[in-house]
């Protein structure tokens, strides 16, 4: 069965940096592309960062998070990870792992949850001004 497990969460004044971690079950999952979405309350679920296999070579991130956010796969320890920093309160929400079915990220990962299979239960970060 598969399982997405997020950890890392918590709270964090502005400027602040945390580290989330989705540690996944299965080995099949380490052939995926990998992504972590958010959602805040009364906003859509958005896309903040997506990486794809190494074969592919991809990384990807939404336009708010460029050049603060990284995210990092480690298919050894079956873990995603998404190192933020500079944390702004706008980046306030619940953050969730998810596992597309495909093995590279397709070009609408960041508004196309349907290409995702498979979600953790979700993270709060809460960013303080």
């Known amino acids: 069965q598969v399982q997405l497990v997020e950890s890392g969460g918590g709270s964090v004044q502005a400027g602040g940096s945390l580290k989330l971690s989705c540690t996944y079950s299965t080995f099949e999952l380490s052939r995926k592309c990998m992504a972590w979405f958010r959602q805040a309350p009364g906003k859509d679920r958005e896309g903040v960062a997506a990486i794809s296999t190494q074969l592919y070579g991809y990384t990807g991130y939404g336009d708010s998070v460029k050049g603060r956010f990284t995210i990092s796969r480690d298919d050894a320890k079956w873990t995603v990870d998404l190192q933020m920093n500079s944390l702004e309160p706008e980046d306030s929400a619940t953050y969730y792992c998810?596992?597309?079915?495909?093995?590279?990220?397709?070009?609408?990962?960041?508004?196309?949850?349907?290409?995702?299979?498979?979600w953790g239960q979700g993270t709060q970060v809460t960013v303080s001004s």
């Open positions: 998810a596992a597309s079915e495909l093995e590279f990220c397709a070009s609408d990962w960041r508004t196309s949850t349907a290409r995702f299979g498979a």
